[in-house]
């Protein structure tokens, strides 16, 4: 999995969808080694090519807001030296909360592709729904569910473990 994730960063090409969310998935198992919810992220360019990868850092950043989205996000317009994504795909392993999905929004990205659902904390097909509810932001393309078994599994194993051993 490593191996795939390296070769394709090393490429700069990796498609939208599975594959990039091969790379977001990486991205989760790397944040879950750190102890962190394991959710990853990755913003694909135009192209094809990953701008940026980041898994939640909000225990190592004392950051409640240092969601894996955000981070992303934030690197790929750094990277590209453009505050707007537009020309780019967000591709996450969990559905975004309410504040990533408006994140997405002002960032203006073209596509939104996430894997497992969230109906306690998703902000985009659950809770505030922040794109059917908010017609005058910009919509991207929502695509949900891709790779959902693995992402969720991720999840499931991470809060079954952090249950069973005792509070730090
Ligand atoms: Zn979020």
Redesign the pocket.
């Known amino acids: 999995m490593g191996l795939c994730y390296a070769r394709a960063m090393r490429d700069g090409r990796l498609g939208v969808g599975t594959d990039a969310m091969e790379a977001a998935l990486a991205a989760a198992r790397a944040a879950a080694a750190r102890g962190e919810v394991p959710v990853g992220a990755v913003v694909v360019g135009p192209g094809g090519a990953v701008l940026a990868a980041a898994g939640n850092d909000v225990e190592a950043g004392c950051d409640a807001a240092a ?1 894996a ?2 981070i992303a996000m934030r690197a790929a317009a750094a990277r590209l030296e453009s505050a707007r994504l537009s020309e780019c795909d967000l591709v996450v392993t969990l559905e ?2 309410a ?2 999905a408006a994140a997405a929004g002002l960032f203006r990205v073209r596509r939104i592709v996430f894997g497992a659902y969230d109906p306690k904390g998703g902000g985009v097909e659950h809770g505030a729904r922040v794109f059917a509810t908010s017609p005058h932001i910009h919509q991207p393309e929502i695509v949900g569910g891709v790779r959902e078994a693995e992402c969720a599994a991720l999840l499931r194993a991470f809060f079954a473990e952090r249950r069973s051993s005792p509070k730090r």
């Open positions: 969601h989205e955000l975004p909360c504040m990533c």
